[in-house]
């Protein structure tokens, strides 16, 4: 009874959206200042006092950042992987997250301060890396799995080594390539977040109305075609979202890791690959994981901090290995 | 119905299609055989790329390039040669089925539920309904295509060499699934270069040649003229069966 009740997708759906609730709420609630619950309140409702200050303008924007950051990029990764066949398409694997990186440090060294350009340039960037990479493994390697991967790889490599070479080069840009070269939430405000938000939000809605193509583009280009979808315009315009989604995300918090990988796969083993219901599932799983990860990277070592993409790696990279090889279904690709 | 009118395609400066006429009418098996490369399942995708062809494709009557998505995905059903494998259950595959049918956001009526319900019983596939196609083994994951098909229940359906990978029990289950099919009014069409499966299935044959198309042979015919011998260098036996007289093609120089 109880397994057949959990096995109703719409209750899988309810019970994420109930589990990221709390995740925000525990991330809005703990931090490195101990506040009391009804301090907590007071902060929230009247932002009044310190509390106000540390709930409304320090861990708010913080946790919301966290929260569109993780939907994002495990929608941008949920999208590449449909959009390339290839369960191993993420944002960090083909090369996105690097460019949209290295466009971020360009912008900063040679535009300065404006936020817009700066989006702007994340985007373009993260879009040419993945062109880039899917131009050379469609050229070269017929898209296979692995040619795809490699040239991710190989084009993330160079887009990395821009970013490195510019926060050498111009050391006083970024307050610290540390921190954004491994990603993390630490001092987000507002205005950080402004611009990004309304990018992530307008492309997730879009790929959710994408959903029911996404399933017949599943059954390969021949098959979509008989049942009237254009696969080429599709697999195009899924890619260009990706690239939004993720460069929303870097513009912000940096190259994070791994989410765009483990929340689709995690996702698919709870709710199954219908992306009518995967998709909103791996958006709900990436937002509890980025805001539990920061909210373990604020208090751990409190009143220090780690950048959460450390945790993120630390903790991501081990589960996903487990669920590699313990996990494995018969038929797994 | 389909019908495929002087369709001629070029790709990279190759003619691949040579004004091809072709015509496939309902209640019937037409099947097209050929070598490879000579343009058989070009043709059937040209259907679906009627901008890129000169000549005319029509279904039911009508030009196929000026029918909407939905339209053309109601009229004809396409099965690839190379089948996917893609990570759902056999009852999600089958109502995928019925997305031209389907509401907004890819919804299923009852109705439509029910549709792919029947044409999973009907494949023999209840037991697996809830199995994951990539655990499915070959005969059973075509099984579960033809299901899919038939739950989209188009007057018109076109197979790409669907015996190719199919061991003998899969292969008779085709030949009585295509039977079925024709009996109950439709259009089927099948590329097949295997062709004592070929013969034995069609009421036409049309032979494609570098890209050109013979004019429609009954199988009697076809057997009779010297293309197996000069196209597929196989020689025609008439064999008695149990079920009949059939024809058998074996490789001319053995």
């Known amino acids: 009874m109880l397994i057949r009740i959990l096995k109703n997708r719409a209750v899988i759906l309810s019970l994420a959206a109930v589990v990221t609730f709390f995740a925000l709420v525990l991330g809005v609630g703990f931090g490195s200042v101990k506040l009391t619950f009804g301090e907590c309140i007071r902060g929230l409702f009247f932002g009044t006092g310190t509390e106000g200050i540390i709930i409304r303008s320090l861990r708010l924007p913080r946790v919301l950042g966290a929260l569109l950051s993780g939907a994002a990029l495990g929608g941008a990764g949920l999208l590449l992987q449909s959009a390339v066949a290839n369960p191993l398409a993420a944002p960090n694997t083909i090369g996105i997250n690097a460019g949209a990186g290295a466009a971020v440090m360009l912008s900063l060294v040679f535009i300065k301060n404006s936020f817009v350009f700066q989006s702007v340039f994340a985007f373009l960037g993260a879009l040419a890396a993945a062109l880039v990479t899917l131009f050379i493994a469609s050229r070269f390697g017929g898209m296979s799995r692995g040619t795809v991967v490699l040239a991710g790889v190989a084009v993330g490599a160079v887009f990395n080594a821009v970013i490195s070479y510019l926060s050498v080069r111009f050391p006083d840009v970024l307050s610290s390539y540390a921190s954004f070269s491994v990603g993390g939430f630490s001092g987000i405000l507002w205005k950080d977040i402004t611009a990004p938000s309304a990018v992530i939000l307008f492309m997730l809605a879009l790929g959710m109305l994408l959903a029911p193509l996404m399933n017949l583009l599943d059954l390969g280009d021949e098959l979509a075609a008989s049942f009237g979808v254009k696969t080429r315009a599709l697999r195009f315009l899924l890619v260009v979202i990706s690239a939004a989604l993720a460069s929303a995300s870097v513009s912000y918090a940096g190259l994070i890791g791994f989410v765009g990988l483990i929340a689709p796969h995690v996702s698919a083993r709870l709710i199954g690959s219908d992306k009518r219901f995967l998709y909103p599932m791996t958006l709900l799983f990436g937002s509890s994981l980025t805001v539990l990860s920061d909210l373990l990277a604020r208090v751990l070592f409190a009143p220090s901090e780690l950048p959460s993409g450390i945790l993120l790696n630390a903790v991501g990279a081990p589960f996903f290995l487990a669920l590699l090889i313990f996990g494995r279904r018969k038929g797994d690709v | ?254």
Request: with cysteine; net charge neutral.
């Open chain 2, 1 to 254: 119905m389909i019908e495929f009118k002087s369709v001629s395609l070029k790709k990279g400066g190759k003619e691949i299609l040579k004004n091809v006429s072709l015509r496939a009418p309902d209640s019937s098996v037409t099947v097209i055989i050929g070598k490879n490369g000579s343009g058989k399942t070009t043709l059937l995708r040209s259907l679906y790329s009627s901008r890129d062809i000169t000549g005319e494709v029509l279904v039911d009557g009508a030009p196929a390039k000026e029918m909407s998505g939905r339209e053309l995905s109601r009229a004809v059903s396409f099965m690839p040669q190379t089948l996917p494998n893609p990570d759902i259950r056999v009852r999600e595959l089958v109502r995928l089925g019925r997305t031209p049918f389907a509401g907004a956001f890819g919804a299923l009526s009852e109705a439509d539920a029910e549709a792919a319900d029947r044409a999973i019983e009907l494949t023999g596939l209840s037991s697996l309904a809830d199995a994951r196609i990539p655990t499915l083994s070959g005969g059973e994951r075509q099984r579960a295509f033809f299901a899919m098909l038939l739950a989209k229940d188009s007057k018109t359906v076109l197979l790409d060499e669907p015996s190719s990978s199919l061991d003998a029990p899969s292969r008779a289950m085709l030949a009585e699934f295509v039977r079925a099919l024709r009996a109950d009014g439709r259009c089927v069409v099948l590329v097949m270069h295997d062709l004592s499966d070929a013969v034995a299935l069609a009421d036409t044959v049309y032979v494609m040649e570098e890209g050109k198309a013979s004019l429609p042979m009954t199988p009697d015919e076809f057997c009779e003229s010297d293309i197996p011998r000069r196209v597929f260098a196989s020689s025609v036996y008439k064999v008695w069966t149990e079920n009949g007289e059939r024809y058998v093609f074996r490789p001319a120089d053995l």
